[in-house]
């Protein structure tokens, strides 16, 4: 057995059978490139579903979160330290939020939101106790929670484990009519991904965003974006609401807000939302503790000085330009901002078929839903790496 079989097995016996992944042993990853053990070299175009948009091990970072391991890493929120402010402030200055929660998963960061907009339901809309209602989309993923599964439409995600709380609502994703047809006087927020990644690089209607805020605000309705996957320049702008100039309620970070070296994630509003919290109501052991946050602040400044949204928007439309040139029966679309795309396959063939060639041929990616292929390499990639990824592709399709 070759050291990669062992390893496969070690991590198929001794962990729960909650994955499938591909049939690779990753050892060692740098920028754009992963390394299996044999040492054969892949480009990754996964991006850990975009933990990783700073490339693998950025060396800034790396020196950050080397120093600062030696000096301070969790003195937990009992007292005041001396990088969680300078990290909230970086973030409220870069978003235009006024305030943050930082917690450390997504979900655990729209659990948060989620807790923010019930109570803003009740102390400040008025909705009388316990009857608050929250709408979310068709096709929705927010995270891996019981309260979360349970307003998802994907019946794997939600099946055995309930029961599921109430007051949640699911309307078809992109469709505006819909949204107001289910809006009544308890709906306290509309929850959405702007562009839905775990769905399959699932774009709504042009428009649609602003759509949406323009019914949130008429019927005083909380609009909450979650940008987990798509904030932080992955689809070419800071957060993909701004490609319709859309200013949300609150705002929703993770995955590359931990520059691809810890999980950091958080909650982002106004005051006016964030008063609702109070000392106790709310919070988390590792969220801000200082490694976290002398990471994510140098993740923020490495985003800006590096120009990743830039990048991710230029070279994304030039990938997605050149891929629409290849023609292959199995493709059924490609769709996606910035580097954030989505190749379909047509049903009759086998999406995860092409990720195992693709691998093969040195480039990682995996299949969602079966049907759709994730190109969303790190935002650092140059034009000549897309280019040797393009190769490889057109030689698997
Ligand atoms: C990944 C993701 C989450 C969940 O994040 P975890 O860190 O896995 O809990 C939530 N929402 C969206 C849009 C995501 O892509």
């Known amino acids: 057995m070759t050291t990669s079989e062992h390893m496969i097995n070690v991590e198929r016996q001794y ?44 060396p800034r970072l790396v020196d950050v979160l080397k120093k600062q391991a030696e000096t301070l890493v969790i003195p937990s929120r009992s007292y005041y330290n001396d990088k969680l402010g300078v990290f909230l ?8 939020y006024d305030q943050i929660i930082p917690m450390n998963t997504g979900a655990e960061a729209v659990e948060t ?16 106790d316990n009857q608050a209602e929250i709408i979310v989309c068709t096709g929705n993923f927010h995270g891996r929670t019981t309260t979360i ?90 957060f993909c609401c701004d490609h319709e100039n859309v200013r949300p309620d609150g705002i929703i970070l993770g995955k590359s807000l931990g520059g691809g070296l810890l999980p950091v994630s958080a909650f982002l509003a106004d005051r006016h939302i964030m008063d609702v919290f109070h000392p106790g109501d709310h919070g988390s052991t590792f969220g801000g503790n200082a490694l976290a946050a002398a990471v994510a602040t140098e993740a923020i400044k490495v985003l800006e000085e590096e120009k990743l949204a830039e990048n991710s928007a230029d070279l994304g439309s030039y990938f997605l330009e050149q891929l629409r040139q290849i023609q292959h029966p199995a493709i059924a679309d490609i769709r996606g901002k910035g580097l954030f795309i989505g190749l379909e396959i047509k049903r009759e063939f086998n999406a995860r078929h092409f990720c195992l ?41």
């Open 15 to 58: 962990g729960a059978n909650i994955y499938s992944p591909l049939p690779l042993v990753i050892s060692r990853a740098k920028g754009v490139y992963a390394w299996d053990s044999g040492g054969k070299q892949y480009m990754d175009m996964m991006s850990a579903y975009s933990a990783v948009s700073h490339g693998h091990c950025h």
């Open 89 to 96: 402030e970086t973030l409220s200055h870069f978003s235009g």
């Open 113 to 128: 939101a989620l807790k923010a907009a019930h109570r803003w339901g009740y102390r400040v809309k008025k909705i009388p």
């Open 149 to 238: 599964v349970g307003f998802s439409s994907d019946p794997q995600y939600r099946d055995g484990f309930g029961p599921y709380a109430n007051g949640y609502k699911i309307v078809p994703y992109g469709d505006v009519d819909a949204l107001e047809a289910a809006i009544t006087e308890n709906t306290a927020a509309f929850l959405l991904e702007p562009i839905q990644g775990e769905a399959g690089i699932f774009m709504p209607p042009q428009g649609y965003l602003r759509a949406c805020k323009k019914i949130c605000e008429k019927h005083h309705v909380l609009l909450i974006a979650d940008e987990i996957q798509t904030g932080l320049g992955r689809t070419g702008k800071r």
């Open 357 to 397: 060639q693709l691998m093969d041929k040195g480039l990682l990616s995996k299949e969602t839903h079966k049907t759709v292929i994730r190109f969303a390499p790190p935002l650092i990639i140059k034009k000549e790496q897309i280019d040797e990824a393009l190769n490889i592709i057109s030689i698997c399709f």
